[in-house]
């Protein structure tokens, strides 16, 4: 008589432990936060000088911060910030299959723990320089609330293109390629003028958002409806925003107007109206999106047509 014997047990497949994923996870976010604050390291993270400093200082004499907390460099502080959630932001869709489910939430964890710690130490040094009365007071609140508004920016960026449907992650990474911009900029402008790099790197700053903005929306494709408005929220962004940037930059560069608001808001305002209607500004940077964003669809419909042909061959 044979004995009919239970089918053995299959062995339990190995998963890697929750901490480790979440490790992983805090990791992501630790890493973008990092690159994003690159520059601004590799730059020796000295405090600009100040127009409100309490002493006479040189350069190299101001104290270390995480930040570049300045009236001169608010584009650059919001792209360290923005830049490092975006590539946190990339890192966890491009990973989203071996992450666990809540990889986002540890993600944006261990970004802001290295961006609002970076903030909260900046501005004890900021702080702790200044001169005493109600300007300085005014200028570390300003500082404060670029600080919070970039950091909420790039969480809502680092949301959008984690997790968000393809339309929204092409808006948000339209507005991370424009930030690398400023990203670029802010560290040449750091290098000083007495060094080549500057001159030599300056075209990057300019070239490289738009080649990163079509490559996103090439990306996106234009399949869908949603997709072609996003294409098209792309470029608009692509054209408005660096005149916003410009207009904010230079009038919140001049301590003369931050005396007058009327007169640094008409100031702001010209300068956004010139810079967005100039065409040797706006044309150039909208043709080389549009050409990579050609490029890459045209790439995408090639390939797609070639893996169709192996599928009906074989």
Known sequence: MSSSA???????????????????????????????LLPWIAT????????????????????????????????????????GA????????????????????????????????????????????????????????????????????GLLGFAAVARGGVPVAVVALTLAAISVGWWISGYLALLGPLSPLPYALAPLATWIPPVLAGAAIAWGGV?????IVAA????VLLWVVPALATAVQSAVGSRVLLRSPGDLLDYGWSVFVSALTMPQL???????????AAVGFAGVA???RRVAQRVSSG
């Open 6 to 36: 239970w089918p053995e047990a299959e062995p339990p497949v190995r998963r890697p432990p929750r901490w480790g994923a979440a490790l992983a996870s805090v990791a992501i976010g630790v890493g973008g936060a990092l690159l994003g």
């Open 44 to 83: 020796g993270m000295r405090l600009p000088l100040q127009n409100l400093w309490a002493l006479d200082a040189l350069p190299e004499d101001m104290p270390v911060a995480w930040l570049p907390f300045s009236q001169y460099s608010v584009t650059f502080l919001l792209a360290v910030l923005v830049v």
């Open 86 to 153: 975006a590539a946190a932001g990339i890192a966890t869709r491009v990973l989203r299959r071996r992450l666990p489910s809540a990889a986002p939430v540890t993600v944006a964890a261990g970004l802001l723990f290295v961006q609002v710690v970076a903030a909260a130490q900046a501005v004890e040094v900021l702080r702790a320089g200044l001169q005493t009365g109600d300007e300085a007071a005014f200028y570390l609140a300003a500082c404060i609330g670029v600080a919070v508004f970039g950091m909420v920016g």
């Open 223 to 227: 399949r869908t409806r949603g997709r």
């Open 232 to 235: 098209a929220v792309g470029l």
């Open 282 to 292: 706006v044309l150039p940077r909208l043709a080389v999106a549009v050409v990579v």
């Open 302 to 304: 090639v390939v797609s």
